[in-house]
């Protein structure tokens, strides 16, 4: 369900047991993420120095659903003396919401101390969280792990604090409900922190009475600082996940999609297929170079990035053989392992220095599309170790909530 009652954009998809309030006067959002009817999240969209998304004047706000997916929209002006226009789009679909902050900054305009997307509020008692460190860090040889939230904050009510952006962080509840917060595939953007450098931003976990506080700065800074005229984006996502097992991979034998011919398909329908990204025989410029290092060095590539159109290309025309035949069955895809990379091209970029990027947001696009083709009927799993420790990753190829046929009423996609 979209709904637009009393000055609030409302999803509430079926089945699905999460509900996401926008309210259509104040920028950004979601005011409030419900799961179980359980309050899990509130987001804080923008801030600049003493201003935040209460400041923002609200010129636009849409509601609609587009590609088995439900979107809301603001957009709008801080009053700052030249006129700064923001606007924020969240895609919604399974367990997870995508966004893309984008940000037009007028010349002659200085950030005197703070420029923040994405805080959080995280209400209730929060037993420890997950951390997958920043692309540098992960080079460096940091490594991914679970952290206790210690029941008596530090004095400062700090819990950590990074100066470039973890590629996610996933909180645990006393409950077992899980939260992730994920800096989006463009990690080359934030750590540019508006053009000010990497090691300029500022992201911090802050215990409260109440629940937690996070931060999230891309730009922190000692003096002011004068930004580059131009249009600025930044991506992130949230996803959630309740406690209890993940469904197990099927035992029987899978037909590997990528050798098989329309005969083996049409006699194995009703059956189990595997879709292993590293057999799609894709060329070395669609695949990973994980670290900087790897990449300066030009080290033999890794396995396939999905940021490369090559990949994504790939992976859909498997998916579309599938959705021809017309008894349904189980798809297994993976192994998945979404992780940094360097190499420039994936982002239809040049650069000897390459680009940091990684490869989660259109993993999740992927995944998406792939319900879409295949429908409801389809037993559709993610073979990751990731799955264990981050929802986005456990919720891949999940019920949408949005897709046709889900919602009632329901006829061509709206906008």
Request: with cysteine; charged share 20%.
């Amino acid at each position: 369900m979209i709904a637009n009652d009393f000055g609030q954009v409302t999803l509430a998809p079926e089945r699905l047991g999460w509900e996401a309030h926008h309210d259509e006067g104040r920028f950004g959002g979601p005011g409030e993420l419900l799961v179980d009817g359980l309050p899990l999240v509130q987001v804080e969209s923008f801030q600049l120095d003493d201003m935040d998304s209460a400041t923002v004047s609200v010129s636009r706000t849409q509601g609609f659903r587009k590609s088995g997916a439900a979107l809301v929209r603001h957009e709008g002006l801080l009053p700052f003396g030249e006129t700064i226009q923001v606007a924020q789009t969240c895609r919604y679909a399974a367990n997870h919401v995508r966004i893309t902050f984008d940000l037009n900054w007028p010349r002659a305009t200085v950030v005197r101390r703070h420029f923040g997307v994405g805080g959080l509020f995280l209400p209730g008692v929060w037993k420890r969280y997950y951390l997958l460190p920043a692309c540098a860090h992960l080079g460096e040889g940091a490594r991914p792990g679970w952290h206790p939230i210690p029941a008596e904050p530090a004095g400062s009510g700090m819990a950590g604090h990074w100066h470039r952006p973890p590629l996610a962080l996933v909180f645990e509840r006393e409950d077992g409900m899980r939260l992730e917060v994920g800096t989006g595939a463009d990690v080359w953007r934030w750590e540019q922190c508006l053009g000010c450098g990497p090691e300029a931003g500022s992201y911090k976990i802050m215990q409260e009475p109440d629940g937690l506080r996070v931060l999230r700065e891309p730009l922190m800074t000692c003096e002011e600082f004068m930004p580059e005229k131009r249009q600025y984006r930044l991506t992130w996502h949230l996803a959630w996940q309740r406690p209890g097992r993940l469904p197990a991979l099927p035992t029987e034998t899978a037909l590997d999609l990528a050798a098989a011919r329309p005969a083996d398909l049409r006699a194995n329908q009703g059956g189990c297929f595997r879709l292993d990204p590293a057999r799609l025989g894709l060329p070395e410029t669609c695949l990973r170079q994980e670290t900087h290092e790897a990449f300066l060095r030009n080290d033999p590539p890794g396995s396939p990035c999905w940021f490369s159109n090559g990949t994504q290309k790939a992976a859909r025309k498997l998916i579309r053989s599938l959705a021809n035949l017309p008894e349904p069955g189980t798809l297994v895809v993976g192994p998945l392992a979404p992780a940094p990379c360097w190499v420039p091209g994936h982002c239809d970029r040049k650069g000897p220095r390459g680009i940091a990027h990684w490869d989660l947001d259109p993993l999740l696009d992927f995944a998406v599309w792939t319900r879409q083709q295949l429908g409801p009927a389809w037993t559709i799993l993610p073979d990751s170790p990731l799955a264990a420790v981050l929802p986005s990753v456990a919720g891949l190829f999940g019920e949408t909530g949005f897709a046709k046929g889900e919602m009632a009423g329901d006829g061509e996609d709206d906008e």
